[in-house]
């Protein structure tokens, strides 16, 4: 008889899968406001180079932001691009800084859901607000 795999130790992490709705985009916009800019497009554009950058600070930190330069593309088209080609979402594009968030495949450590007391509370304001 087999026994069953070693369940892994702490807390489990829900894997996204599909575009983020709007309580997803809020929720990471919350987590990403303190995080500094750590890729910089320049003045070439999305190279292959920043591409390669994105995608390895992604592995390392799922929810990153890209400063975008001005280059041979507008903002929305390189940060529309730069997700596109990692496979990340683009979770806010403010002025010219872009928040991606793409999820490990092994051991993710952000979940795109809020946590549960927060629809709580949102619910509760909703009810107080109501006649």
């Known amino acids: 008889m087999k026994k069953p795999p070693p369940k892994p130790a702490g807390p489990t992490v829900k894997r996204h899968v599909g575009p983020l709705s709007g309580r ?45 330069n001005d280059g041979p593309q507008g903002r929305h088209e390189a940060a529309e691009s730069l997700a596109h080609e ?25 979940s795109v859901d809020p946590p549960k007391a927060a629809k709580v509370k949102a619910k509760a304001r909703r009810s107080d607000r109501e006649p």
């Not at 997803?24 to 390669?52: D, F, K, M, S, Y």
């Open 86 to 110: 990692t496979g990340a979402e683009l979770a806010q594009l403010l002025g010219r800084t872009a928040l991606l968030f793409k999820q490990r495949r092994e051991k993710p450590k952000l």
């Open 24 to 68: 997803q985009r809020r929720h990471l916009r919350g987590l990403g406001h303190h995080l500094n800019p750590v890729v910089l497009v320049g003045q070439n554009g999305v190279t292959p180079e920043v591409i390669a950058a994105t995608r390895q600070a992604l592995e390392d930190h799922e929810l990153i932001k890209v400063k975008i």
